[in-house]
Structures are given as structure tokens and as C-alpha cells.
């Protein structure tokens, strides 16, 4: 019978370096109102979870979702033109 073993070193926090790089927080850091407006519909999804969605719900779970595709258009915009914008 075959032993199986990992045969490459072990892939830990440790390993890669604890710390993002200043590139990394600074790609977040532009994604972060689409980040924010996921998280919101995310929480509007939730909110409702359990029970029917009240016509406010709706409206709730609409807003975020529009939210959620202007950030990413917005997102999409940037990219494409090359020039981060300030929000």
C-alpha cells in the first residue's frame, strides 16, 4: 500500500508574508463601494429570510441590487478609462 503525503511544503499564513502589499489594500481600497453595496443587499436578502418581504423589503432588496450595478458599473468605468476616481 502507498503512503500518501504531502510532497510540497505546507501553504500557511506565515509562509506567504502576514501583510498585504501596499497594491493589494490600494486594489480594496478601489473596490470598496462595491464591497459596501454587496454587503448591503446581502443584508436586505437575509433580512427577509425568514418570512414574506414586506412591500418595504422589496423596495430595500431593488435599491441595493441598483446600488450593487452602479458599483460595479462605476467599478467597470474606471478600469476601462485607467483613472481611478475618488468616491
Do not use: F, H
Not at 500518501?4 to 501596499?22: F, K, N
Not at 454587503?39 to 432588496?61: F, G, K, M, N, Y
Not at 441598483?66 to 468605468?77: G, T
Amino acid at each position: 500500500m502507498k503512503s500518501i503525503a504531502a510532497l510540497q511544503a505546507l501553504v500557511t499564513a506565515a509562509s506567504l508574508g502576514a501583510e498585504p502589499s501596499d497594491a493589494e489594500l490600494e486594489a480594496i481600497e478601489l473596490e470598496m463601494p462595491l464591497i459596501r453595496a454587496e454587503v448591503e443587499l446581502l443584508d436586505a436578502q437575509i433580512t427577509t429570510l425568514d418570512r414574506t418581504p414586506s412591500p418595504l423589503d422589496a423596495r430595500r432588496i431593488r435599491r441595493a441590487r441598483r446600488q450593487v450595478l452602479a458599483a460595479r458599473r462605476a467599478l467597470s468605468n474606471q478600469a476601462a478609462s485607467g483613472t481611478p476616481e475618488v468616491a
